[in-house]
């Protein structure tokens, strides 16, 4: 009985010993995984909004998982704005923020909505293919609807709408230096109810484009 006891002992320290070996060894291997470090949002960021190094803090991720755009050092985020919302405990990447004056990002004010308009849709398109970002313009729309092709009257679907960008016939957004392009759709920024027009006259009729004297 007495030798059945010490087996039973020396059988329970062995595998205390090497249950305390496998856990040693596997926290060994679990530290040696490389982890790098990347940018957390600490808090939820709207669209557009600038953001500071505060929204953000710094966690450890299996280098594995970190992506090659992933932002690592806070220097990354300095003057940027967010492109679209993001969210706590989201990692930040390259292609959510950007510099205020970027030509191919797009930040819209509260309410506003981003509308583009085909050139082939405006009268007089060489004229709208001149347009470029912080351009302010009315719109109007006029459809034909009857069969002696007498056109309705115009109707106003918008006042000093800000041009948001233009876009070539290869998806690049023009900017002043582009003078010789002409852009094959443009993007304005609008309020509700100008989405609403705008976007049920696209399959008819046309536009027609004036650049406004007065700022939105």
Known sequence: MHFRVK?????????????GTLIYIEDKAVNKIPKTEVLVATK???????IKESDFKKVQYSSSDVKDNDIKNFDNIKDKYALSNLYKGETINKNRIADKDDNSKIFLKKNEKEIS?????????????????????????????????VEDQAQIDGRHVKILGAVDSQGKFLD??????LASSILIAGSEDEFIKISGHLSSGYFTIAKSSISK
């Open 176 to 181: 002043s230096t582009d003078k010789n392009v």
């Open 7 to 19: 087996t039973l002992i020396g059988t329970v320290l062995i595998a205390t010993a090497l249950f």
């Open 117 to 149: 308009i085909p050139i082939n849709k405006i009268n007089g398109d060489v004229f709208a293919g001149t347009l470029r970002k912080g351009d302010v313009v009315d719109i109007a729309h006029t459809v034909n609807n009857n069969t002696q092709g």
């Open 44 to 50: 939820d960021i709207n669209q557009g909004t600038l």
